[in-house]
């Protein structure tokens, strides 16, 4: 013979015992300070709240009963909000809990796995990128994230993981954007083809593009082991608030040759506007071949 099952009883609707007041026991703390005195919770209301736990994990799962109760916690958590001394208390809570290493490797985590998912759906994008627009339209909300930015970029940037990274992505744009030299490129070039004595390729863009330590030259000489860099005073100096001075290229120079120098190659820097003046004069030819003729003895 089966055992009969026992019956659910509903202990919330039975009434309590001794005088209606739930026992609480006592716990001394650590030292001498006042004792603790918590509720005493029974087994049998335990089992209750294990299951209505589970009947809700249960419900959570229809979108209907979700969407519910995501309006009903979020309209709640506004109207706490609104208090200074609980809006303190969880700003504390949440700074604390920040430095802890751990919890903030799984909440960065959980953060990024949320915003990959949440940015395949269309009309989240549409309200995100609106929101963030309005964000940099604060002049002090800019300032902040940009010196932000720059301090994880300079991070970023050391190491050589992430140069390559950086590098290969950098050469992929320049082979799909830029086909071909710019106007100041194409005047060096014809130079360059007149120039019978040397021949120097256009390395810069396109299909022949080349990397040299995780950089791209624009002229190169392969024989030689000699590279023509062709810069813009706006685009290298001016746009970054540098002055345009012969000291200022000097170190912009210097900083340039050093990936190419590491390889082995020999670099020569010629600057827009100081080829626009010898342009007319017909300089420009006399002085590029002169560079080339003197690095040649060097070596």
């Not at 005493?40 to 799962?61: C, D, E, G, H, M």
């Not at 549409?126 to 002049?139: D, E, F, R, T, Y």
Request: proline content about 5%; glycine content about 4%; overall charge positive.
């Amino acid at each position: 013979m089966k055992s009969p099952e026992p019956k659910q009883v509903n202990l919330l609707s039975k009434p309590i015992k001794s005088g209606g007041e739930r026992k609480t026991c006592t716990r001394k703390s650590r030292g001498s300070g006042p004792s603790i005195r918590r509720p005493f919770i029974s087994p049998r209301y335990q089992k209750v709240s294990i299951r209505t736990t589970q009947a809700n994990l249960k419900r959570w799962k229809d979108l209907a009963f979700r969407k519910k109760m995501t309006i009903i916690l979020s309209k709640s958590v506004k109207n706490k909000w609104k208090n200074l001394e609980y809006r303190e208390f969880m700003v504390k809570n949440a700074k604390k809990q920040w430095r802890n290493l751990e919890y903030r490797q799984k909440t960065l985590k959980r953060i990024r796995l949320a915003s990959i998912k949440n940015w395949r759906n269309p009309e989240y994008r549409k309200k995100k990128v609106i929101a963030i627009k309005k964000l940099w339209q604060n002049p002090k909300y800019r300032k902040k994230m940009l010196a932000v930015l720059r301090i994880e970029n300079r991070i970023r940037w050391k190491d050589p993981v992430y140069q390559n990274k950086m590098a290969t992505v950098r050469y992929k744009i320049q082979q799909q954007t830029r086909k071909g030299p710019n106007g100041f490129e194409k005047r060096v070039q014809s130079f360059l083809d007149s120039s019978s004595r040397i021949k120097f390729k256009f390395v810069g863009a396109g299909k022949d593009a080349i990397l040299i330590n995780n950089y791209s030259p624009d002229f190169i000489n392969k024989r030689k082991k000699i590279i023509i860099l062709p810069c813009g005073h706006y685009w290298h100096l001016k746009k970054y608030g540098i002055p345009i001075d012969s000291i200022h290229k000097r170190k912009h120079e210097k900083i340039k040759a050093a990936p190419f120098k590491a390889a082995g190659y020999r670099v020569i820097f010629v600057w827009d506007d100081e080829f626009k003046r010898e342009v007319e004069n017909g300089r420009f030819k006399r002085r590029i071949i002169r560079v080339i003729k003197s690095k040649i003895k060097r070596e």
